[in-house]
């Protein structure tokens, strides 16, 4: 930050994600989600540190130089639908033409038909429709840009997929068929056999996140204040910490109701629970930091508790 003040973006962040496992990493914007992603994949900017570990298989990506993070990780180990689609896909190349050179340098495709049919296949995978195949990414409104993305991320058939905010700009059928996809690509093995694979989804769709979900993470204000099973947390006895509980109780189909109050600045997190200021749970034992575990939370809803 200007004269050198650093900002922890994302502090404490402890999860692992296993094959044939969709991780739902889910709240609101500007509390660390895609930082995490970006850290995960050595996008970060030039400024940013690192602490820890983030282990695939042997390889410890934090540790990783940018030569093995170019050849080895990015498309071949983890593949990445990104936040922002139209800055990801190049303005100049056709959405086919990138796709064949996708499908070239990540498997072993090659010849001219072989390589329009791996495009073709992409494309239908993630719902993009083959007349729009030879059009660039000016071309296309931002769904389209969308499932464009998610087909070259999965091209390379990497065992760990990054999807961040992977739903946005669908109508509520595409949404569910994009999960949908998703889902059969974390469950099927890849075309060369072997283990199925993780994905980890960063979205504001609680819908989505309910129908892909194995777990679920949910972040505050850099840091993950819950992990819980999906059926429990969607379900019965629901979400433990408050916060997880209105993110729950602010949908539609629930109560309704917004969580009052906005989140804390990242550069001006207090000592105690970053939550205490906007929960109706709080007492002065949320000065200090919350226990660490799965709920990170002093006063946490009760597990017996059933969904409102």
């Known amino acids: 930050m200007p004269r050198g003040r650093p900002v922890a973006a994302v502090t404490d962040a402890r999860f692992d994600v296993a094959a044939g496992e969709c991780l739902a990493l889910i709240g609101e914007s500007g509390c660390g989600k895609s930082v995490l992603a970006s850290a995960l994949l050595g996008l970060l900017p030039g400024n940013a540190q690192t602490a820890g570990a983030a282990h695939l298989g042997d390889l410890d990506l934090l540790a990783a130089d940018e030569r093995t993070l170019a050849r080895a990780v990015r498309g071949r180990l983890i593949g990445l639908v990104p ?6 896909l190049t303005p100049v190349r056709t959405v086919r033409s990138q796709l064949e050179e996708t499908a070239a340098a990540l498997t072993a495709t090659r010849g001219r038909s072989a390589l329009r049919a791996a495009a073709e296949a992409a494309a239908e995978r993630a719902a993009f429709p083959a007349d729009h195949l030879d059009r660039h990414p000016h071309q296309l409104s931002g769904g389209l840009a969308q499932r464009a993305a998610t087909a070259l991320a999965l091209v390379g058939d990497a065992p760990l997929l990054l999807a961040d905010e992977p739903t946005t700009g669908l109508d509520r ?99 105690g629970c970053a939550f205490a200021a906007r929960c109706d749970r709080a007492t002065g034992t949320c000065a200090a930091p919350p226990p660490p575990g799965m709920v990170a939370c002093h006063h946490p809803h009760p597990p017996e508790d059933v969904r409102a």
């Open 83 to 88: 936040q922002s689609p139209a800055a990801h």
């Open 173 to 271: 059928d595409l949404v569910d068929r994009t999960v949908d996809e998703l889902r059969r690509h974390v469950d099927e093995p890849g075309e060369a056999g072997g283990s199925a694979r993780g994905l980890l989804m960063i979205t504001h769709d609680l819908v989505a996140a309910e129908r892909i979900a194995d777990r679920v993470a949910v972040m505050y204000a850099g840091r993950i204040v819950e992990l819980a099973a999906a059926e429990d947390f969607f379900g019965s006895p629901g979400p433990r910490h408050p916060y997880s509980r209105g993110l729950l109780q602010a949908l539609p189909d629930r109560a309704f109701t917004s969580i009052p109050g906005m989140p804390p600045e990242l550069g001006d997190l207090p000592d």
